[in-house]
């Protein structure tokens, strides 16, 4: 893309291998950082995961005690290991701070480095599970539902990037960098909106209300797949409106207590009224009216969606099993590189080189 890259010669070393590191490092890379990541622990990614999140990162094969000389010359470390796993490899992030009190470390775990639950381990499922997360998805009255693919380990990296950054500029500002610690649990947790802090307030537990919907809030079944509508009070004249449906023009459909007694009546004609429109022109009508409309979007449908292509989201990256297109950049205003993908330890000699003045 452009060269005016905003992380442009700022050094980060990855190490664990895991999702959430290489998620939250993937978006400094994009952004100019020179990212390096030791490939000494095992790979932990899958084929389609390295294509996605290993772009733009150099790669290298050290032991422990090059690995540390290069903590040491990084301004940001990023790791996913177990609660004390660097402190057992000579990479205690207290001493590492002691001897370089601007470096920023950034530990990602499934339940943060202290308390009872700090060495539980956790899976995707479990980390979300934990942090509230699934009391939101699902019918009420049955078994939650699992979020899709890894989003919980996503977050998490996430919330990383984010937070190293912020702790980044703090020690440029004032020279005292931190290590943070930041778990799983924690950032799903964050994600409750009001429920959570109204349980703390309360000091009552919260009740599990699953994935609530009523007859402007909710997803309904259309001609190529499915679309709804997400209508508070100020928004539900304009989308009755726009139905341009006699069953749907009452007067009473404006009072949110008569929507409430008769939720399921006004459901079902909201359903029928969705029943033979197509994604796109309902995407149009909400645009034009201004009423919240949403589609769910297959991978084929983001791969095509203009938007999408407009902003430059999607990178193309070369694999060994050919060109891949993977999500890019996450928002307008910076320069972004698509980067190239390495092969694990390609970069040790060079790295070496650049950070320690020093070849293997």
Known sequence: MGEDLPLAGTRVLEIGGGLPAAFATRWLAGFGADVVRSDAAPEGLGR????????????VGVGDEKLRELALAAEIVVEDGAPGALAARGLDPRELRREKRALVIVSLTPFGQTGPAAHWRAANLTAHAAGGILSLTGIASRPPLQNGYSQAWMLLGL?????????????????????????????????????????????????????????LWGIFPVADGFAGVCALQRQAP???????????????????????????????????WFRDKKKLDLLAMGESNKVPMGAVMTPLDLLAN????ERGFFDAVQTPAGEARIPGRPYLGMDWRAGELHAPAADTEAVLADWLGAAS
Request: proline residues 6%.
């Open 306 to 309: 203009a938007s999408l292509e």
């Open 48 to 59: 389609d995961e390295q294509a996605a999140l290993l772009p733009g990162k150099r790669r």
């Open 238 to 272: 304009a989308f009755l409106n726009m139905t341009q449906d006699p069953e749907l023009s009452d007067p009473r459909l404006l009072e949110p207590a008569y929507r409430l007694s008769n939720d399921a009546q006004i459901g079902d004609r909201v359903a029928r």
């Open 159 to 215: 919330n990383g990037s984010s937070a190293a950054l912020a702790a980044y500029y703090g020690s440029l500002a004032h020279g005292e960098g931190d290590w943070l610690d930041i778990s799983a649990q924690e950032c799903a947790a964050g994600m409750l909106e009001y429920y959570g802090p109204r349980a703390a307030f309360d000091n009552t537990p919260a009740v599990r209300l699953g994935n609530r919907v009523n007859c």
